[in-house]
């Protein structure tokens, strides 16, 4: 019973660097989401999706980009890595409608230098 | 495990006694609501949630009551236990607009013994 799986655990970036941060599925969900959170702050959003080939933008999108090819896939790229994006990521899915409860993963802690 | 808001505030509650965490929230559009509980080192994980049209909800152990008048939220903990220490999230959206959750920015309970 995987869930939602996030790889990596932990990164250290150098600024100016990218990567992309795996996020993967199994139960099916239509919607999936991507939220950053920083020490004294909730989370918030960054991208999400509402299904296969529809992205659109959170609250805090400069700096990311996202891609939907599959219903089990949310990778988010980071393009030029900045200290300011030193943070930890949470990936989240959840079947939509009525009751839109967002199960998450464990987390992605990056530290861009 | 990761610094989950260094400047939370904090609830400390002796084990066995009932705790009470509060939630503000911002939007009076907001219809649905959820509390999620973030142990050091994990993603946020749901604890219950209620909608609009009810004031109160019960599970096990937990109870969340709403207060619209006033866009007051609160968790309630019978019989705390060592295992509920944690960073608890109210968390807010209005039904229809897909997977954009806006958390608060926590609490965190320390149960002492």
């Known amino acids: 019973n995987a869930g939602v799986t996030q790889t990596p655990k932990f990164q250290v970036l150098k600024t100016g660097q990218s990567m992309t941060l795996q996020c993967a599925q199994d139960?099916?969900?239509?919607?999936m989401s991507w939220y950053r959170q920083d020490p004294g702050m909730g989370l918030r959003l960054i991208h999400y999706?509402?299904?296969?080939?529809?992205?659109d933008q959170g609250e805090v999108p400069n700096g990311y980009n996202v891609s939907r090819s599959t219903t089990e896939d949310f990778p988010l790229r980071l393009l030029s890595a900045a200290p300011s994006q030193t943070s930890v990521y949470f990936c989240a899915s959840s079947y939509g409608g009525l009751q839109n409860i967002q199960y998450f993963g464990a987390g992605t802690r990056l530290s861009v230098l | 495990g990761e610094s989950v808001g260094l400047h939370l505030p904090t609830l400390s509650v002796q084990e066995g006694d009932n705790s009470i965490i509060n939630c503000a929230y911002s939007n009076s559009a907001s219809d649905y609501f959820i509390w999620y509980k973030q142990e050091s080192g994990k993603g946020p994980q749901f604890i219950i949630d209620i909608r609009s049209n009810m004031d109160k909800r019960q599970g096990q152990r937990v109870t969340v009551l709403l207060n619209k008048t006033v866009k007051h939220l609160s968790l309630q903990i019978a019989a705390t236990q060592p295992g509920d220490s944690a960073v608890y999230f109210c968390a807010e959206t209005v039904t229809g607009t897909a997977s954009k959750l806006t958390f608060g920015t926590g609490t965190r309970l320390q149960v002492t013994l």
């Open positions: 999706s509402v299904g296969a080939g529809i992205t």
């Open positions: 139960m099916n969900h239509e919607y």
